[in-house]
């Protein structure tokens, strides 16, 4: 199930920061694309959050950079899609600094989860996902009863269909907590690789942040969906 579109907020002014962000994230992999495998190797380990080096105080800056490296197309591309579709309304909530502060912020603490979650690790843990994540948290707080419009995969049959921003990041929220539970054991194909604690930690920090903006969020009206 992947969002595609969602309830725009009536009057509002073109997303700048949320399109800024994107363009950044797709240029910077679309330079990774151009590495050759050592090359990227080296790149990823050098602006990515290495657990071990951040407890020893070393390489800090990577809470930060991080989140603009990816490990794949479809990690970057399902990343800046929900980026997308939820960021504009965000963005318009807290206000173009406040939003980039905001997503900084999210994406940090995000990156802190993961490393607390397994911070013997010398993997280092790259993307957007948990920067989103708190955009996630802070949108089911702000417009829990806006529309979402989904694409459904039914084997070989594709629809669309609209719920609700609660339903829709509830079973997000739901399967993120409990793949983060069953990667705190033995890691398998299905936990591994994943950094699923820096979607709870960020998705925890949106929360937060939601709740002290959900009263302004209450007087800004959505538009239809198309």
Same mark, same amino acid.
């Given at each position: 199930m992947?969002?595609?579109?969602?309830?725009?907020?009536r009057?509002?002014?073109?997303?700048?920061?949320?399109?800024?962000?994107?363009?950044?994230n797709?240029?910077?992999?679309?330079?990774?694309?151009?590495?050759?495998?050592?090359?990227?190797?080296?790149?990823?380990v050098?602006?990515g959050?290495?657990?071990?080096?951040?407890?020893d105080?070393?390489?800090?800056?990577?809470?930060?950079?991080?989140?603009?490296?990816h490990?794949?197309?479809?990690?970057?591309?399902?990343?800046?899609?929900?980026?997308?579709?939820?960021?504009?309304?965000?963005?318009?909530?807290?206000?173009?600094?406040?939003?980039? *502060?905001?997503?900084l /912020?999210? =994406? %940090?603490v +995000?990156? &802190?989860? @993961?490393?607390?979650?397994?911070?013997?690790?010398?993997?280092?843990?790259?993307?957007?996902?948990?920067?989103?994540?708190?955009?996630l948290?802070?949108?089911?707080?702000a417009?829990?009863q806006?529309?979402?419009r989904?694409?459904?995969f039914?084997?070989?049959?594709?629809?669309?269909?609209?719920v609700t921003a609660?339903l829709?990041?509830?079973?997000?929220? *739901?399967?993120?907590? /409990?793949? =983060? %539970?069953? +990667?705190? &054991?033995? @890691?398998?194909?299905q936990?591994g690789?994943?950094?699923?604690?820096?979607?709870i930690?960020?998705f925890?920090?949106?929360?937060?942040?939601?709740?002290?903006?959900?009263?302004?969020?209450?007087?800004?009206g959505?538009?239809?969906?198309?």
């Amino acid at each position: 199930m992947f969002p595609i579109g969602d309830q725009r907020l009536r009057g509002a002014p073109f997303p700048i920061v949320t399109v800024a962000l994107m363009a950044v994230n797709t240029l910077i992999f679309i330079y990774q694309v151009t590495l050759s495998p050592e090359a990227l190797q080296a790149f990823v380990v050098t602006w990515g959050t290495v657990p071990v080096e951040i407890l020893d105080g070393r390489d800090l800056y990577t809470l930060v950079t991080s989140m603009f490296v990816h490990g794949g197309w479809f990690h970057v591309g399902s990343n800046m899609l929900f980026l997308w579709v939820f960021g504009d309304n965000i963005e318009v909530l807290l206000g173009r600094v406040g939003y980039l *502060l905001f997503y900084l /912020l999210g =994406g %940090i603490v +995000a990156s &802190g989860a @993961q490393v607390l979650s397994n911070p013997a690790s010398t993997v280092p843990s790259v993307g957007a996902s948990g920067a989103v994540a708190a955009i996630l948290g802070a949108y089911v707080l702000a417009f829990p009863q806006a529309h979402v419009r989904v694409l459904i995969f039914l084997g070989i049959f594709i629809t669309t269909t609209r719920v609700t921003a609660i339903l829709f990041v509830g079973v997000w929220a *739901l399967s993120q907590f /409990l793949n =983060g %539970i069953a +990667a705190l &054991g033995v @890691q398998t194909a299905q936990t591994g690789g994943v950094a699923y604690w820096a979607h709870i930690g960020g998705f925890v920090f949106g929360v937060l942040v939601g709740l002290l903006f959900r009263g302004r969020a209450e007087h800004l009206g959505v538009e239809r969906l198309p």
